[in-house]
Structures are given as structure tokens and as C-alpha cells.
Nanobody, 125 residues
Framework: QVHLEESGGGLVPPGGSLRLSCAVS????????IVWFRQAPGKEREGVIC????????LYADTEKGRFTSSRDDNKNQVFLHMNKLEPEDTAVYYC??????????????????WGRGTQVTVSS
């Protein structure tokens, strides 16, 4: 059974950094892409970044360019979202997901079948 679980969220001041983790079980991570989405209150869920099985990444929003990156540790079945220079607009619940494919399906949330429950990130002074 495929299971994803996010962790690492919390309260951080503007300009701060956080590293979110997505622990994956039930599959061998090295063969699959993992995508990060976020959903702010009252807004649609939007794609953040995807890490393919080959280790390449796709960033889905210009506002995150230079601030958000993703890495993975296939041996530990974990994928990470590194967030720097956080802004209040980054406040959201962050989710990881997979389509059980090695490549990324872009930022269309409906292409991804398996999701974690999310972790809250709040950027506030």
C-alpha cells in the first residue's frame, strides 16, 4: 500500500527557511517522481516543484524560483522540499504526491493519485 507522509512544517518568520520531508512507503522511491503541492486558505491547490526518478526537478511557479528546491534520498525513501526566503504568501498546507511514474506530470493535481495528509507552513512575524 502506497503511503506518503509530510513533516517539517511550522511557524517561521518572513525571510526564514524550512525543510519539509515526505516519507514514502509501499513503493521503491528510486523509480518514482514525487511532486509537492500547496494550498492556501480559500485558494486552489497549486503545484510547487516535482522531483523525477532521475533526480531532475521541475519548478511550477516563478515566485519560487531561486527560493524553493527539492532533493531526495532514495535509500531512506524520503523527498525534501527546501524553502528559503519565505514570505507570508507562502503560508499554506504543503502536500507531497505521486502518480507512480518516473517522470513528472506537471502541476495538474488530478494527474497524481496518491497524496499525503499535508503539513502546515505559516510564515508570520
Amino acid at each position: 500500500q502506497v503511503h506518503l507522509e509530510e513533516s517539517g512544517g511550522g511557524l517561521v518568520p518572513p525571510g526564514g527557511s524550512l525543510r519539509l520531508s515526505c516519507a514514502v512507503s509501499g513503493i521503491t522511491l528510486q523509480y518514482f517522481a514525487i511532486v509537492w503541492f500547496r494550498q492556501a486558505p480559500g485558494k486552489e491547490r497549486e503545484g510547487v516543484i516535482c522531483s523525477s526518478s532521475s533526480g531532475t526537478t521541475e519548478l511550477y511557479a516563478d515566485t519560487e524560483k531561486g527560493r524553493f528546491t527539492s532533493s531526495r534520498d532514495d535509500n531512506k525513501n524520503q523527498v525534501f522540499l527546501h524553502m528559503n526566503k519565505l514570505e507570508p504568501e507562502d503560508t499554506a498546507v504543503y502536500y507531497c504526491a505521486t502518480a507512480l511514474a518516473g517522470y513528472c506530470y506537471g502541476d495538474d493535481r488530478y494527474r497524481y493519485d496518491y497524496w499525503g495528509r499535508g503539513t502546515q507552513v505559516t510564515v508570520s512575524s
